[in-house]
């Protein structure tokens, strides 16, 4: 097994302390996740930006055009016409 050393902030470090043992597998499932575009963190950060109240909450949901998107790359999911850059986002 590789080792390998690197410099994080306390907070972090303190974080990766409680993780323990499992450091490894949280790391492994961590990079098998894809990465968000950086389009959807924005609309939920300017939701919670936005102080929004308990309903509001409940009520949040992707917008019309995230909805869409996704109907359309399921589509092609089940059809097997999803690019690689596109499995992988």
Same mark, same amino acid.
């Given at each position: 097994?590789?080792?390998?050393?690197?410099?994080?902030?306390?907070?972090?470090?303190?974080?990766?302390?409680?993780?323990?043992?499992?450091?490894?597998?949280?790391?492994?499932?961590?990079?098998?996740?894809?990465?968000?575009?950086?389009?959807?963190?924005?609309? #939920? =950060? &300017? +939701?919670?930006? /936005?102080?929004?109240?308990? !309903?509001? #909450? =409940? &009520? +949040?949901?992707? /917008?019309?055009?995230?909805? !869409?998107?996704?109907?359309?790359?399921?589509?092609?999911?089940?059809?097997? !016409?999803?690019?690689?850059?596109?499995?992988?986002?």
């Amino acid at each position: 097994m590789a080792k390998i050393t690197l410099e994080i902030s306390d907070e972090l470090s303190q974080q990766l302390l409680e993780i323990g043992d499992s450091l490894p597998e949280f790391l492994a499932l961590s990079l098998q996740q894809p990465p968000l575009p950086a389009k959807i963190y924005h609309y #939920i =950060l &300017n +939701f919670l930006a /936005s102080k929004p109240t308990p !309903e509001e #909450i =409940l &009520n +949040f949901r992707p /917008s019309l055009q995230m909805q !869409e998107r996704l109907n359309a790359l399921m589509t092609r999911n089940e059809k097997g !016409e999803l690019t690689a850059r596109e499995l992988l986002n």
